[in-house]
Structure formats: C-alpha cells, structure tokens
T-cell receptor
Framework: DQQVKQNSPSLSVQEGRISILNCDYTNSMFDYFLWYKKYPAEGPTFLISISSIKDKNEDGRFTVFLNKSAKHLSLHIVPSQPGDSAVYFCAAGEGMEYGNKLVFGAGTILRVKS | DSGVTQTPKHLITATGQRVTLRCSPRSGDLSVYWYQQSLDQGLQFLIQYYNGEERAKGNILERFSAQQFPDLHSELNLSSLELGDSALYFC?????????????????FGAGSRLTVL
C-alpha cells in the first residue's frame, strides 16, 4: 500500500532550467508534506515543507505547490544547478497524534547537466 | 554533520545472525525514528520512540526490536537475519512532542547504517 508515490524514477534537466518533481498521495488525512534531498553516502536532508492549509511555499530557488483536491504536490527548482543533482524524496505526515512519523515516496533521481 | 550519529556505518554479516544498530539523536531531540531503505525503495518507517517510550510502529518485523535509553540514544536489534534484510537503516530525530500542534515537524537523519547479509 503505497500512500506516497513518486512516479518518475529519474529526471534530467539542463543547468539554468526549471526542474519539476512530482508526488501523489492517497491518504486524505495527511496534513503536512515535506521534500528531502539525499546525496550518496549521506542521510536525507530537509529541503522544504508545506502545511495542508497552504497551497504554495517558497524558499529561495525552491517552491512547493500543493493541490489537495488532486492529492498532488510538486517541487519546482528554478534555476537548476549541478549541485542540485541528488535523490529527492517526497514525504507526508498525518498529524501529531500519530507520532509525527513521515511516509516517504520511493524518490526521484535528479540530474542537472552543465 | 546533521548531529544524528549512527554506528556502525557498514556491517556485513551472515544469515541467521543478530546485529545491533545504534543511534544518538541530535542534542535536545526527544524523538527517535528508525527507517529502512531497501534497494530502489523509499524509506519505510519502522518504529518511533519519544523520551524512552514507543509512540508509533510501522511495518517492523517481529524479528526486529528497538528501544530508547534514558540518555535518549536508541538501538535497533535485528535477529535471525535473512538476505532480504540487507538495506540501509536510517535513524532520525526530532524535538517535537507527538502532542504538539505544529505541523511542520522536521526529521533530522543520520548518515545511515548499511547492512549486508550474505
């Protein structure tokens, strides 16, 4: 039962262009969403989050969009840089009373070509 | 350095054996989470502890167990190991009390322990 799905295993983008990573979820009880980035031989690091009361959150080059009716979120990176090449995980949580655990997608490998 | 320390970084063992993975959370964090990442899989939630008590359980096998000690470090015990247990095991920590209303809880991950079962 995959509650969080990242249907694109990989994405290749030219430096300077926009990278769009997508994520779908099935559990309507999820009320907060996060993106993590992971480099080889390192643990995932937090990138950006969004609460279900918002539809957009921006932090520098990174913007996350949330469409609750479609149960879809996306991460936009503009402009993409070679250092952005990593695995990106989408994660979702369903409220504090469930222990704050996050449900992760399988990840999307982003390659930014210079 | 995320502040979450996991040992060992790499571990190779045989089927049927038992191993213990250790995690020291970031200073000040009371919650510890264990995740498993198998090949080409996302991170699968195993178990969470808050201030020494188990708070949430995921798809953790009965052969696996965990605990959080008074000094807040945690151990994940894997026994009767099978080939399919080969994976990266991540520990993460957060400061949040599961009862808090702040929805922007962020987990800080360690670098992981890579377990290879031969």
């Amino acid at each position: 039962d995959q509650q969080v799905k990242q249907n694109s295993p990989s994405l290749s983008v030219q430096e300077g262009r926009i990278s769009i990573l997508n994520c779908d979820y099935t559990n309507s009880m999820f009320d907060y969403f996060l993106w993590y980035k992971k480099y080889p031989a390192e643990g995932p690091t937090f990138l950006i989050s969004i609460s279900s009361i918002k539809d957009k959150n921006e932090d520098g080059r990174f913007t996350v969009f949330l469409n609750k009716s479609a149960k879809h979120l996306s991460l936009h990176i503009v402009p993409s840089q070679p250092g952005d090449s990593a695995v990106y995980f989408c994660a979702a949580g369903e409220g504090m009373e469930y222990g704050n655990k996050l449900v992760f997608g399988a990840g999307t490998i982003l390659r930014v070509k210079s | 350095d995320s502040g979450v320390t996991q040992t060992p970084k790499h571990l190779i063992t045989a089927t049927g054996q038992r191993v213990t993975l250790r995690c020291s959370p970031r200073s000040g964090d009371l919650s510890v989470y264990w995740y498993q990442q198998s090949l080409d899989q996302g991170l699968q939630f195993l178990i969470q502890y808050y201030n020494g008590e188990e708070r949430a359980k995921g798809n953790i096998l009965e052969r696996f167990s965990a605990q959080q000690f008074p000094d807040l470090h945690s151990e994940l015990n894997l026994s009767s190991l099978e080939l399919g247990d080969s994976a990266l095991y991540f520990c993460a920590s957060s400061v949040a009390d599961p009862g808090q209303s702040d929805g922007a809880n962020v987990l800080t991950f360690g670098a992981g322990s890579r377990l290879t079962v031969l």
